[in-house]
């Protein structure tokens, strides 16, 4: 006699079989699938194919629980949440957004928060920040502007917004008469820049800087200007700023 767990199944289990795979398929064909998923140290790798976010989910980039990048809906300033990409700076750097487009538009921010670099989507084209000036001088050194003071006055002057921590200043200089002298200086809102310059009667240049502009609110105008007094002799002492600009550290 055949052991009963040797014998052969009926005919009913292998239906009953068939069934029960047939539900399994049709489960896992109707199922949500990694709802929630771990990838551990081997990482994901894809081959030619793409990853799809959709129904405003947003991929998130994480060191701990600090977000790095996030890419997606994203929060907002003014609390909405739109399409967009930010890198964020690490908790113990500010924690701020160091990068970001939104709507379009692109932008660059330092550890205080301020756009220090974007692009223009008002007008479609070029950039909305940095502001890049292009200076002139006139070449006569006998139209350029002076000072028969005796004590310093200002003989060129400009205003500029703080976007940049130093200034260089490039002053050409003379007297239009033999044995008159005199000297310069750059100012800043009432603060000296660089040391005080000697002033003859000769063509000279005076490089200020880069020197470090004072402490202040990232954006405010600031008054420049370059002062001179004469200290010897009959003449006029004479400057001309010839190139100017901010710049980083």
Same mark, same amino acid.
């Given at each position: 006699?055949?052991?009963?767990?040797?014998?052969?199944?009926?005919?009913?289990?292998?239906?009953?079989?068939?069934?029960?795979?047939?539900?399994?398929?049709?489960?896992?064909?109707?199922?949500?699938?990694?709802?929630?998923?771990?990838?551990?140290?081997?990482?994901?790798?894809?081959?030619?194919?793409?990853?799809?976010?959709?129904?405003?989910?947003?991929?998130?980039?994480?060191?701990?629980?600090?977000?790095?990048?996030?890419?997606?809906?994203?929060? @907002?300033?003014?609390?909405?949440?739109?399409?967009?990409?930010?890198?964020?700076?690490?908790?113990?750097?500010?924690?701020?957004?160091?990068?970001?487009?939104?709507?379009?538009?692109?932008?660059?921010?330092?550890?205080?928060?301020?756009?220090?670099?974007?692009?223009?989507?008002?007008?479609?084209?070029?950039?909305?920040?940095?502001?890049?000036?292009?200076?002139?001088?006139?070449?006569? @050194?006998?139209?350029?502007?002076?000072?028969?003071?005796?004590? @310093?006055?200002?003989?060129?002057?400009?205003?500029?917004?703080?976007?940049?921590?130093?200034?260089?200043?490039?002053?050409?200089?003379?007297?239009?008469?033999?044995?008159?002298?005199?000297?310069?200086?750059?100012?800043?809102?009432?603060?000296?820049?660089?040391?005080?310059?000697?002033?003859? @009667?000769?063509?000279?240049?005076?490089?200020?800087?880069?020197?470090?502009?004072?402490?202040?609110?990232?954006?405010?105008?600031?008054?420049?200007?370059?002062?001179?007094?004469?200290?010897?002799?009959?003449?006029?002492?004479?400057?001309?700023?010839?190139?100017?600009?901010?710049?980083?550290?």
């Amino acid at each position: 006699m055949i052991p009963s767990d040797q014998r052969p199944p009926g005919e009913d289990w292998l239906v009953r079989r068939l069934v029960d795979l047939e539900r399994q398929v049709r489960e896992l064909q109707a199922g949500r699938r990694l709802e929630a998923a771990t990838v551990g140290g081997g990482g994901l790798t894809i081959k030619g194919g793409t990853v799809t976010i959709r129904d405003d989910g947003a991929l998130i980039i994480k060191d701990g629980d600090q977000s790095l990048i996030w890419l997606g809906k994203v929060p @907002f300033g003014d609390g909405s949440t739109k399409p967009g990409l930010v890198a964020f700076r690490r908790t113990d750097d500010g924690g701020r957004a160091a990068m970001s487009l939104f709507d379009g538009i692109w932008a660059v921010w330092d550890r205080g928060g301020n756009i220090v670099m974007s692009t223009d989507e008002a007008s479609g084209q070029g950039i909305a920040r940095p502001w890049l000036p292009v200076t002139w001088a006139g070449s006569d @050194f006998t139209q350029w502007p002076g000072t028969t003071s005796g004590s @310093f006055a200002s003989v060129c002057e400009t205003a500029v917004p703080r976007q940049q921590p130093q200034l260089f200043v490039r002053v050409r200089h003379t007297t239009d008469v033999s044995g008159t002298t005199g000297e310069l200086r750059l100012m800043c809102n009432g603060d000296q820049l660089g040391a005080t310059a000697s002033v003859g @009667f000769v063509v000279n240049v005076t490089d200020f800087g880069p020197v470090p502009l004072p402490v202040g609110s990232f954006g405010e105008v600031l008054g420049l200007s370059v002062d001179c007094r004469r200290t010897a002799g009959t003449g006029v002492v004479r400057a001309m700023v010839t190139a100017s600009w901010t710049q980083q550290s």
